[in-house]
Each structure stands twice: as structure tokens, then as C-alpha cells.
């Protein structure tokens, strides 16, 4: 189970660093991370589930200290902070994602991951071209997956007038599902309702925001199947700026075990149906709608 990146600050903070300067016998150096330098190195050189990667930063730290002091004859630095860091361990290997949480884009959605790094968002990414109605899918995707993007364009066939997506342009058009960092594996069916999401959008204009990310399995006839992994996928959708997250019902009762530092100004959308998911997301592009034309009549 992942840990929060409170509960790695603490870790780190009261049990690596204590040890780590004992270990690499500088108890006498009197040296003291900053709040915001051991901040900097969960988030900004580590990404993993646990803590292993980040006791290896704080141990490389530490390590080169005492080579100063040693082989270059340096005085002990005694205050580590965000400029030090930077100077030990480099580039930021993880930099702060500087994506605008309100933007809106067509044809792409956030889908929600769960990895031996801990959770993460999957962008899911689709765009159509006149074809034969075929599906070309990328990005290192395994066989569930690729079933997923099936069933997924089977349902809206089904269903294409609850869309308002023209036939003919589905049966004429070749569509192309994308999910970036192809070198990392992808596979499950988790990221059915987001799929499923993704190809309405890129035919119909649907903008999706950014803030909105959400997992689900999907089945032919758009029930919302549960999935796992939800303690790592929604701390991993928080950390990228999400604060709605969609989700079937079925799994409400995971979301309800979880601590509060994690659930806390996440708002949690739950559905049974494909259908709810649609009307959610109509539903808060017809208000944006709405409000646009009060303020256009009250400039008037």
C-alpha cells in the first residue's frame, strides 16, 4: 500500500535522515534538512510507492557531504535546503506538472493508474480520420486494454443518437486512441469509462477539463464495473492537480476507508451506468454554457 507524502515526510524526517547521518557517522556535523529540501525530494526525485528511492537521495546527500569534508577539506554544511538538493542531486528527475487544472481539450481524458510506482493519471488521447472504421491503438498497451478500446466503441455504436454522434462519420473514420509514455507498460480494463469518454469528446466537441479524472470498467451495455488499486490511484490523481474524480459505485466503500488527508477537497462522482457519466459531464459544460450567455446579457 502506497504511502501519503505526509507519511513520507514524517518517515523521512524522523526516521531516514536520523539514521542516514549516524550511519555516515556526522552526528557531530549538526546538519538539518529544511521542510521544504525533503518536500522537494519526495516530489521532485522520487516516484515510487514507498520510501526505498528517496532514502536513496537522502543517503547520496550524505554521502557527498562527507566527501567533502574528508578528501576536499570543506566545513560541514550544516543547513540543507532546496538549492542544496538541486546541487547534489542535479535536474529535477520528476519536475511539478505545469498543466492548467481548468483547462478544457477535446478528445482527451484523464484515466487513473496503479503501478509498482504508486498511482498516477494516464492521459488518453484520440483523434478520427476518414477510414473504414477501424481502431489504432498506441502506447505500450497490453491485450485487456486494447479490448477495453473494443468494447468501448462498440457501446457508443450502440448507443450513438444518446450522444449526438453522426453514424455515418463513425463507420467512415479510422480512430487513432493514444496514451502517452509508451515505454511504460499499460494494461486493464480500468480505463474503460475514460476510453469510452475520450471518443465521444473527439467526436462530438465535448471539452474535458483537466481537473476531471475517473476509472471504471465498462461493458457492452455501459454498466460501470469496479476496479482496484484505489488508495494509490486517487492519491496519485490528487498530486496532479485533479479534484473531481468519477468512479463506480461499487467501489464507494473503498473511497470511505480511506484517510482524510487523502480524500480531503477531492469531490467523488459516483456512477453505475456510462450513461451518469455523460450527463455529469454535459451537465457542467451546459451550465459553463449557461453562465456565459448571464454574463454576456448582463455586459449588454
Do not use: W
Not at 526505498?52 to 554544511?77: A, F, G, M, N, Y
Not at 481502431?135 to 478500446?149: D, M
Not at 480512430?175 to 473527439?202: L, M, N, Q, R
Not at 469496479?226 to 479534484?243: H, S
Amino acid at each position: 500500500s502506497s504511502y501519503t507524502e505526509n507519511e513520507k515526510f514524517n518517515i523521512c524526517k524522523n526516521y531516514i535522515i536520523p539514521n542516514g547521518v549516524k550511519s555516515h557517522g556526522l552526528e557531530d556535523a549538526n546538519i538539518e534538512f529544511t521542510d521544504d529540501a525533503i518536500s522537494k525530494i519526495i516530489k521532485n526525485y522520487t516516484k515510487e510507492a514507498g520510501v526505498r528511492e528517496l532514502e536513496r537521495k537522502i543517503h547520496t546527500i550524505l554521502r557527498k557531504i562527507v566527501k567533502e569534508i574528508i578528501i576536499d577539506k570543506k566545513e560541514s554544511l550544516n543547513i540543507i535546503d532546496e538549492s542544496i538538493v538541486i546541487k547534489y542531486l542535479g535536474n529535477e528527475k520528476y519536475p511539478d506538472s505545469k498543466n492548467n487544472k481548468y483547462k478544457s481539450e477535446i478528445g482527451i481524458v484523464n484515466a487513473m493508474s496503479y503501478t509498482i510506482y504508486g498511482g498516477d493519471i494516464l492521459k488518453i488521447e484520440v483523434d478520427f480520420y476518414k477510414g473504414n472504421g477501424n481502431i489504432v491503438a498506441t502506447g505500450s498497451l497490453g491485450e485487456v486494454f486494447i479490448e477495453s478500446t473494443k468494447i468501448a466503441l462498440s457501446y457508443i455504436k450502440s448507443n450513438y443518437k444518446k450522444f449526438g454522434i453522426n453514424y455515418e462519420t463513425l463507420e467512415s473514420s479510422d480512430i487513432h486512441i493514444h496514451v502517452p509514455e509508451g515505454a511504460i507498460k499499460k494494461d486493464g480494463p480500468s480505463a474503460g469509462i475514460a476510453i469510452t469518454t475520450a471518443i465521444i469528446s473527439a467526436f462530438t466537441n465535448l471539452k474535458i477539463k483537466n481537473n476531471i479524472s475517473m476509472t471504471g470498467e465498462i461493458t457492452l451495455r455501459g454498466e460501470v464495473l469496479p476496479v482496484g488499486g484505489l488508495k494509490e490511484k486517487v492519491i496519485g490523481a490528487k498530486k496532479a492537480g485533479v479534484d473531481k474524480i468519477i468512479l463506480p459505485s461499487s467501489n464507494k466503500k473503498d473511497i470511505e476507508e480511506l484517510d482524510k488527508e487523502i480524500i480531503n477537497n477531492l469531490k467523488f462522482i459516483y456512477v453505475d451506468n456510462y450513461l451518469q457519466v455523460f450527463e455529469n459531464l454535459t451537465h457542467v459544460n451546459k451550465k459553463k454554457k449557461s453562465t456565459n450567455k448571464i454574463l454576456e446579457g448582463q455586459k449588454k
